[in-house]
């Protein structure tokens, strides 16, 4: 499952460091319409929680999943799962419009809920979602999978805590993907229900600025998408970018786009640079282009020097076992609710206001 080439299907594997014993945390999944679900389970598996239910009206979507997750039975219907006593968190990845109802759908049944980015695609969902968490006290935890499953992105936040780069006052962040025509089926063209490709791609690059930043929320100053390529696919974004200045006054400027050439070795050539008072980082997360398919590096430049890191293997991926923990404990100590919230808003805002070019 961890085809580097195939963006839709790349799971990490990390190292098993389970935070609870065996059937101290079972898990139940719904939706299975993105390949992201198998990188959040792999994560909550190493971490020690056991996949016991899964639910998808396509049975050979169950199929594949359960070969790669034997434990897990297969539910007659998604309410099978929802009113288990047994499980304590959901896992999903439907099709983009439907996460938001679905996460509802969980709090009110009292269980927290993990889902695929973006977890809402619209200003009413994220109003909804927000309210849901109030009013039942549960969680509404999102794979950021661009910083919290990727070795250089945990590496970078462990640097940026010790101080390597001071006050972090720019974060510039580069996310090209691989579109993959043939694997994407017919909703991931449709606007309306994937959300835009600032939405859908976006919200990952503004979560990472509020989080390296420390900022909780920012304002938009510019944005832009367009479909260059595609030509085939009118309801189809194949590029966006945005600027945004936070309240920590730190400054962001974003890229995304489905533009990636067939003749690299990674689904794309994703890379962050966090310019600090002291320093600055710059992460090349899944390949260094034309000098290794490694990935995972980071350069580091201070008032002492210039370094390079490899950070894989190094770090394994802490915010699982951490959620785990939350859950359990009713702590919060994997991600901060608001920020999550406020990543996907300013992702609907930019995308909402956003030039298009042509």
């Known amino acids: 499952m961890q085809q580097k080439s195939d963006g839709m299907n790349y799971a990490p594997r990390g190292k098993a460091q389970p935070v609870c014993g065996r059937g101290e945390f079972p898990v139940g999944v719904i939706g299975l319409d993105h390949g992201h679900i198998f990188g959040m389970c792999n994560g909550l598996c190493e971490a020690g929680a056991d996949i016991e239910l899964v639910y998808d009206p396509d049975p050979a ?10 434990q897990a039975k297969p539910a007659r219907a998604k309410e099978e799962i929802l009113a288990s006593s047994r499980v304590k968190l959901v896992a999903a990845a439907p099709v983009p419009d439907q996460r938001a109802d679905l996460g509802i759908e969980v709090m009110e049944h009292g269980k927290d809920y993990f889902t695929d980015k973006p977890p809402c695609t619209t200003f009413q969902q994220i109003d909804a979602a927000r309210e849901k968490v109030r009013a039942t006290g549960k969680k509404y935890a999102v794979y950021y999978s661009e910083r919290i499953h990727v ?4 590496f970078a936040e462990k640097l940026i805590a010790d101080g390597a780069i001071g006050r972090v006052v720019q974060v510039l962040i580069l996310a090209p993907h691989r579109i993959s025509l043939p694997q994407r089926p017919e909703w991931f063209f449709n606007k309306e229900r994937y959300g835009g490709i600032i939405v859908d791609l976006g919200c990952h690059q503004i979560e990472q600025f509020l989080f390296y930043s420390g900022s909780k929320t920012a304002t938009l100053q510019s944005s832009q998408t367009a479909n260059y390529k595609f030509k085939q696919y009118p309801d189809f974004e194949d590029f966006g970018a945005a600027s945004f200045i936070a309240d920590s006054g730190a400054n962001c400027y974003m890229r995304v786009d489905w533009l990636t050439p067939d003749g690299l070795g990674a689904w794309g050539d994703g890379r962050s640079f966090i ?54 404990d009713r702590t919060n100590t994997a991600y901060d609710q608001d920020v999550f919230f406020n990543a996907i808003e300013l992702a609907v805002m930019a995308q909402t206001a956003a030039i298009q070019a042509e």
Do not use: N
């Not at 979507?61 to 034997?70: D, G, R, Y």
């Not at 070795?151 to 945990?154: F, P, Q």
């Open 61 to 70: 979507k169950v199929e594949k999943f359960i070969a790669a997750f034997p």
């Open 275 to 328: 310019l600090g008072t002291d320093g600055y980082i710059e992460m090349r997360k899944y390949v260094d282009l034309a000098r290794s398919k490694e990935g995972d590096t980071v350069y580091l430049a201070d008032h002492k020097g210039e370094r390079s890191y490899c950070a894989a293997g190094q770090t394994g991926f802490p915010f699982f076992g951490r959620l785990v923990r939350d859950c359990l």
């Open 151 to 154: 070795e250089a992105a945990v």
